[in-house]
């Protein structure tokens, strides 16, 4: 063999093995590719069911924990049972508003059978007056023909001052 006929054929050599490597690399990087927008959509997937659980659990606990007083509310949670706190608020009140935040961050404490109904303390009077309610910030546990069964005043104790008097 002479000397052009091994540069042509270290030539054909050198682009048949190039155009591999260049194949071979594409490939890769296209498999590469396809595995990474499977594993972000299914990061996608998993964040959304994830937000999704949170927004669910976060309106089980708006249910369980503080929910605003109607006499519908009332009559529906005496009727199933429930343990009916009425707790009157005003959003002035400093104490107030600690202990609604506490109750609210922390459902999990409040045990199940336990709804407590939000009451205006500004508004309300008839409710004030049927009670004998002189201050804000106050609860009160009635029972199934709506007499008091436990009062406190929380002093911003929510979770801690309900547990403490709960019957």
Not at 21 to 46: C, W, Y
Not at 49 to 59: A, D, I, P, Q, Y
Not at 81 to 94: Q, R, S, T, Y
Not at 114 to 121: G, Q, R, S
Request: glycine share 4%; with cysteine; charged share 20%.
């Amino acid at each position: 063999m002479n000397h052009k006929t091994i540069q042509i054929i270290l030539i054909i050599a050198i682009v048949i093995l190039g155009g591999y490597t260049i194949t071979k690399n594409f490939l890769n990087t296209s498999q590469n590719t396809e595995r990474e927008v499977a594993i972000s959509q299914e990061a996608v997937s998993q964040n959304a069911k994830r937000v999704e659980n949170e927004t669910s659990l976060e309106e089980n606990y708006q249910i369980k924990t503080i929910i605003p007083y109607s006499r519908e509310s009332q009559a529906a949670a005496l009727e199933n049972g429930k343990k009916v706190v009425l707790f009157f608020h005003a959003g002035w009140c400093p104490y107030c508003i600690e202990a609604e935040k506490d109750i609210n961050e922390n459902p999990q404490k409040i045990p199940e059978e336990v709804t407590i109904l939000k009451i205006d303390y500004d508004t309300q009077s008839e409710l004030k007056k049927k009670y004998h309610i002189t201050t804000q910030d106050t609860f009160i546990q009635i029972n199934q023909n709506e007499e008091i069964v436990a009062q406190w005043v929380s002093g911003g104790r929510g979770v801690v001052g309900l547990l403490q008097y709960i019957q």
